[in-house]
């Protein structure tokens, strides 16, 4: 084995940090509301059901608690990093996952899969040619490996593993999905390149009012810093992607983003929107009049109301995925850095 160059070794040693923080972030945090349109058809199509055993079926959803690792992750719930072409994943369910004896399907996904819009098109964001079809065991546990694609190639061109700097400028990363042969996804993680880039930071500017000594603070993005579409130069506010922020009712629930003003926690409306992938078809407002195929960044809005001085500034949001965030106020997600921006210079007085 090669010997690691200081700073290889410090990248080491921070990447196993980080995963030790994901294994700790709750699960509802992980998972995306894939809804994957006949598997069944796609695996009798490629002649994979002739390897299956009599009693494999399609089965219901069900709960699982699954594990994924590689060469440079160890195991846990929620991401693998250093992840190469050609290069295997481990996974391992808990008994009780799935039901037993059962056909099931994993498959690798563009992060573009979980935000596209309208959502009939995600298997355009998927390799098809990735799908392996797995047995479950007598009591519902899963022991097996998945093999990375060595070059991912999905209908969608803009499907792309890694992700492209611009996906991963608005927090996407590509996804390893179980998923029943009835359409229904069970499992899933979060899958990150060897080499891969890191989201480029957000931005943030504020304009005020002034009413009887009362600041309302209008927040959003510095002009121009994440337009549409987004691009590999993009900052945008990448931390909640697929759910956006806040989000009480995805995952069990993703917290209000947090404003500090002049050192003090202040009350908001402050609030992040999800990303949207618009495709032929899209029914999302926000791709109204846009060609197909355009990623819609995030966009922060809202306000901020004190009556203390003014700058600095600074905004964070909740941080769902494995990229490390910058936040130095106090955590929102459990395990994960916030994502953050800071003015300090002077407001725009409105």
Not at 132 to 152: N, Y
Not at 214 to 226: F, H, I, N, Q, Y
Not at 261 to 280: D, G, R
């Amino acid at each position: 084995m090669p010997r690691l160059s200081g700073y290889d070794l410090d990248k080491e040693m921070h990447v196993q940090g980080r995963i030790r923080q994901l294994s700790r972030i709750p699960r509802r945090f992980i998972r995306r509301p894939f809804a994957w349109a006949s598997i069944a058809g796609l695996a009798c199509a490629g002649g994979l059901f002739a390897a299956a055993p009599a009693q494999a079926l399609p089965l219901p959803p069900s709960a699982s608690v699954c594990n994924y690792s590689n060469a440079t992750t160890p195991a846990n719930p929620s991401a693998v990093t250093g992840v190469t072409g050609g290069s295997k994943i481990t996974i391992s369910c808990a008994a009780g996952s799935f039901s037993p004896n059962s056909l099931l399907a994993i498959i690798e996904a563009s992060g573009l899969a979980g935000i596209v819009s309208p959502s009939s098109a995600e298997l355009q964001e998927v390799d098809l040619g990735s799908l392996q079809l797995v047995v479950t065991k007598a009591d519902g546990s899963l022991d097996t490996t998945f093999t990375v694609p060595t070059s991912f190639a999905a209908p969608d061109a803009n499907a792309a593993c890694p992700a492209t700097q611009a996906q991963v400028n608005v927090g996407l990363t590509c996804n390893l999905v179980i998923a029943s042969l009835s359409a229904a996804p069970l499992d899933e993680a979060m899958v990150v390149y060897q080499d891969q880039g890191s989201p480029n930071s957000p931005t943030l500017q504020t304009t005020f009012t002034v009413n009887h000594g009362v600041k309302t603070l209008t927040e959003s993005d510095v002009p121009g810093a994440c337009s549409i579409p987004v691009t590999a130069d993009s900052h945008c506010w990448w931390g909640a992607a697929v759910t956006g922020a806040p989000n009480p009712t995805a995952f069990s629930g993703i917290p209000n983003l947090e404003a500090l003003v002049s050192k003090h926690l202040m009350s908001n409306s402050l609030q992040v929107s999800p990303a949207v992938y618009c495709q032929t078809g899209a029914t999302a407002a926000v791709c109204a009049g846009l060609p197909a195929q355009t990623l819609v960044p995030p966009a922060l809005s809202g306000t901020i109301t004190t009556s203390t001085g003014l700058p600095p500034v600074t905004v964070d949001e909740p941080n769902t995925t494995p990229y490390q965030g910058n936040g130095k106020l106090p955590v929102l997600v459990s395990g994960s850095s916030n994502v953050e921006a800071i003015q300090t210079g002077l407001p725009i007085h409105s």
